[in-house]
Structures are given as structure tokens and as C-alpha cells.
């Protein structure tokens, strides 16, 4: 069964401590992807990456940084984290190649910021 | 900013009547995507239909792409109260290169028995 796991399901933090939120897949997926999802907002997309290494920005990457150091895990850094980023976190992978890039989700990370 | 817009943003039916879901998006794609979320869960993939294709079916779901409105409907014959979920349309949009997917605004949809 294809999995992606992110590593805490609730977590809070409090104001300007450095976060780091985990995801890992297990599909051999070339594309990772960050969403922050807040009522009214849909999913906004924070950064994705394409490859080990290879990051692009999202809609929303401020306040935030990436890390892709091995092809299965993809991290988000919240440098200072804040109340404003108090937000449900998910992070979803897909494969590579036009039609090929049904997206699979983790079960969120909730982030409370005190 | 958003590539997908859902309407209505909720819709509230009665079991057994039909759930139709509008999305509109703003730029060329390869690919238009339907996704469902229960509650507090990650997003799961219903459907995906090709920018060549204009309906596509997959049990009591029915897709339908016009790129030249730049739109899609989800249709959901039958409801059934376990169809009481959020439901949002995702574009895959070439940058530079690489697939970005970018997700609308989403559409509670509720069931009543």
C-alpha cells in the first residue's frame, strides 16, 4: 500500500522556535509537494521540489524554507515560527510526466503556534 | 494564487439526489484532477482527466472538461451520506519545466440522510 507519512499528526510550538515538519513517501515519487490548508483558503502551495535537491517556490513560500536532501523525504522549516502560521500542514507526492501526476497525501500535521 | 476556483463553496442535498461541483482555472493545463477530503484528513484522488479529453466516468462519478471555458464539473449520481466530504479540482501546470499542482478553494458538500 503506497504510503506518505508525516511525522507528527498535532504539534505545537511557540513563537519563534524553529519547526520542522517531516514527510516521507515511499514510491519513488520525483515530485514533492508542501500545502498549508485554512479555512476559506483551500490548499495554498508553500514550495515544491522535482527532484533531490531542486526546490521552487510556491504561492505562499515566506516565512518558510525546504530541504530535500534524499529523494523519499521532504521537509519544511518554519525558521521563526509564528501564530499567523498556526495552520493544517500537507504534504502530498507525485510521479513525474504529463497524466502521471495523481498526487498522494499525508494525513496532515496540525500546527498550533502559542 | 489559486489556479482553481470551486462553486458553489458549499451544497447540502438530500441522499439519493445528484451533487454537481463547478471549477474554474486560469491557465493552459495538462491535466485536470478531482480530489475528496473527509474531515481533519489528507486529500485522497478520485478522477483525472486529460486536457484532450472532454468527459470521463469512473462508477458514480462523472467528469467533464471544457478548456475553453477553462472549466470542469464533478457530477455525483446517487449520493450517498458517506459522500459528505470537501471536494476540490487541482491543475497540473508545466513551470519551467516542472508539474506544479495547484489546488482550488474546495466545495463542502453534506448529505442529509
Known amino acids: 500500500d503506497v504510503k506518505v507519512t508525516q511525522s507528527s499528526r498535532y504539534l505545537v510550538k511557540r513563537t519563534g522556535e524553529k519547526v520542522f515538519l517531516e514527510c516521507v513517501q515511499d514510491?519513488?515519487?520525483?515530485?514533492m509537494f508542501w500545502y498549508r490548508q485554512d479555512p476559506g483558503l483551500g490548499l495554498r502551495l508553500i514550495y515544491f521540489?522535482?527532484?533531490?535537491?531542486?526546490?521552487e517556490k510556491g504561492d505562499i513560500p515566506e516565512g518558510y524554507s525546504v530541504s530535500r536532501e534524499k529523494k523519499e523525504r521532504f521537509s519544511l522549516i518554519l525558521e521563526s515560527a509564528s501564530t499567523n502560521q498556526t495552520s493544517m500542514y500537507l504534504c502530498?507526492?507525485?510521479?513525474?510526466?504529463?497524466?502521471?501526476?495523481?498526487?498522494?497525501f499525508g494525513q496532515g500535521t496540525r500546527l498550533t503556534v502559542v | 494564487s489559486q489556479q482553481g476556483e470551486e462553486d458553489p463553496q458549499a451544497l447540502s442535498i438530500q441522499e439519493g439526489e445528484n451533487a454537481t461541483m463547478n471549477c474554474s482555472y486560469k491557465?493552459?493545463?495538462?491535466?485536470l484532477q478531482w480530489y475528496r477530503q473527509n474531515s481533519g484528513r489528507g486529500l485522497v484522488h478520485l478522477i483525472l482527466?486529460?486536457?484532450?479529453?472532454r468527459e470521463k466516468h469512473s462508477g458514480r462519478l462523472r467528469v467533464t472538461l471544457d478548456t475553453s471555458k477553462k472549466s470542469s464539473s464533478l457530477l455525483i449520481t446517487a449520493s450517498r451520506a458517506a459522500d459528505t466530504a470537501s471536494y476540490f479540482c487541482?491543475?497540473?501546470?508545466?513551470?519551467?519545466?516542472?508539474?506544479?499542482?495547484?489546488f482550488g478553494t474546495g466545495t463542502r458538500l453534506t448529505i442529509i440522510p
Open positions: 514510491m519513488d515519487h520525483e515530485n
Open positions: 482527466i486529460r486536457s484532450n479529453e
Open positions: 491557465t493552459s493545463i495538462n491535466n
Open positions: 487541482a491543475t497540473d501546470a508545466v513551470n519551467f519545466g516542472n508539474e506544479k499542482l495547484t
Open positions: 502530498a507526492s507525485s510521479g513525474s510526466g504529463v497524466g502521471n501526476t495523481e498526487a498522494f
Open positions: 521540489s522535482y527532484d533531490v535537491k531542486m526546490k
